[in-house]
């Protein structure tokens, strides 16, 4: 074991690892934003909807968390276009990955909303609030303050899950790894360095979604 | 280590290569390959699918097959030595083998130090894409987007020479380049002459090649001056291109047949 780590190739092309980053972090952000809305439709469909709606999300949810990501995002990238829809790689990534945790995150928000009492929202009714403002207030927001930490950990296994885009030639922060370590063959310090940048992520993606619940949800559960 | 054992490791190695240089340089006659009634010839086995290793671990491969149809045309048997790319040419010149069919490429510091025959296979990379778009140089490349598979020569090649605006997209394989091209994902791939030639079998008149990248042709390669010898190579492989016999080989390993720059060329 007399192995000299060479990062000089790493850090002269900082530059593209930086940009890939860049993309890693869009691709995340967006997709939990997209994928929570679309978590929250399917949610409050599935938990209130009719019977034909409920049926379309199930077919929704049971195949994509039954199939590989990998696989999902071949077909949104290669197969879609035969249907005449045509993403560019980065678009392609988007779309697959808010496709694949708006799934998991709809059976963790409905588990949430499940947890809402029906007496709270009778309450609600009584007190003339208007379906949307019950919604908003008695159904939404404390399903969210419950599921929380499941939705959050699922948000950190959608950013390392981004890591495979780079198959749609989609240009994140994996993508640039394998472009240095493909024209420099330094892998080992190439993958070193990503591989703390990704810790470093999920690290800093812990911290922030923790400044969130406690700026979001720091009211007091019962009096 | 220190200067004595560096000194020592130097001579010894100078020595190795100056009694090489004895036993090299000694042309090899069609007689005595003859006589001897077999032809000893050197492969790469580490090369799919020009040279590999089959189940029983004997040498295979387009190398292997084009080695056995020389031999019977020089109606001698034949027995293949495994070589590698790096002592291939040593084999050769020291006299262990007769001839080298083990995928090596023409280049003009090879040819200082063995004959090489016509090319009996090659591989030229390059751009290819919709037919009806026209790119006919790396400048025409600006602004479009190409695919290409990641790290591959045709990568290289493609990122020396496109314009800064051209949008390189990178692929893990070149399978993953195709299917972008066949859904319509890229309008232009770079790849080498057999993918070009399966793409057109699954979607003809679809798509041309724009232009060439590099080329490389190999041939089957002797001692210099074994004339007689490469003459026989030389007689055998046009008649083998003549009457197909190649092209089949060809198809049968690499999915197509011979390209027309090893076909037609006789140098």
Request: net charge neutral.
């Amino acid at each position: 074991m007399d192995y000299q780590l060479k990062f000089a190739p790493v850090f002269d092309n900082f530059g593209h690892l930086l940009s890939g980053l860049l993309v890693t972090l869009e691709l995340s952000f967006g997709a939990m934003l997209l994928g929570t809305l679309v978590a929250i439709v399917c949610a409050a469909g599935k938990t209130g909807g009719p019977r034909p709606v409920r049926w379309i999300i199930d077919v929704y949810i049971e195949v994509i968390r039954n199939t590989p990501f990998l696989i999902q995002i071949f077909f949104i990238f290669f197969g879609l276009p035969a249907l005449g829809i045509r993403f560019s790689p980065n678009t392609a990534a988007l779309v697959a990955l808010t496709v694949n945790v708006g799934a998991y995150a709809t059976e963790i928000i409905r588990a949430g909303i499940e947890s809402i009492q029906k007496g709270q929202v009778e309450a609600g009714t009584a007190l003339g609030l208007k379906p949307v403002q019950i919604f908003r207030y008695i159904i939404v927001k404390p399903a969210l303050r419950t599921v929380y930490p499941a939705l959050t950990s699922q948000f950190i296994y959608l950013m390392l899950t981004s890591s495979v885009v780079s198959v749609i030639s989609a240009t994140d922060l994996a993508a640039a790894g394998n472009d240095i370590q493909s024209q420099t063959f330094a892998s080992f310090e190439v993958y070193l360095v990503i591989t703390a940048m990704y810790l470093v992520l999920s690290i800093a993606f812990s911290g922030l979604f923790s400044l969130v619940e406690r700026m979001a949800f720091n009211y007091p559960l019962s009096r | 280590m220190n200067i004595f054992r560096k000194a020592a490791a130097i001579a010894a190695a100078a020595a190795i290569f100056v009694g090489l240089g004895a036993v090299a340089a000694k042309a090899q006659t069609l007689e005595a390959v003859k006589s001897r009634g077999t032809i000893n010839v050197g492969m790469l086995v580490d090369f799919p699918p020009f040279g590999i290793l089959d189940n029983a671990g004997k040498p295979d491969g387009y190398d292997a097959d084009v080695a056995k149809l020389l031999a019977e045309d020089l109606g001698v048997k034949l027995n293949l030595v495994p070589v590698t790319g790096p002592n291939r040419i040593p084999y050769l010149l020291s006299g262990q083998v007769d001839v080298l069919v083990a995928s090596l490429g023409i280049t003009p510091a090879r040819a200082e130090q063995v004959d090489f025959s016509q090319p009996y296979a090659g591989i030229e990379i390059f751009v290819f894409g919709d037919k009806d778009l026209a790119v006919k140089g790396p400048e025409d490349l600006s602004g479009k987007n190409v695919g290409v598979a990641r790290a591959s020569t045709q990568d290289t090649a493609i990122t020396k020479v496109a314009p800064q605006d051209a949008n390189i997209q990178r692929f893990d394989d070149d399978a993953s380049a195709v299917q972008a091209l066949l859904s319509g994902q890229v309008p232009l791939i770079g790849c080498s002459n057999t993918v070009v030639a399966q793409v057109e079998k699954v979607r003809p008149d679809t798509y041309d090649t724009k232009f060439s990248l590099a080329q490389q042709k190999q041939g089957i390669a002797t001692r210099p001056g074994s004339d007689e010898l490469m003459a026989a190579v030389n007689d055998f492989l046009a008649k083998a291109k003549q009457d197909g016999a190649l092209s089949k080989l060809h198809e049968k390993w690499l999915g197509a047949p011979l390209p027309d720059f090893i076909a037609n060329s006789k140098s």
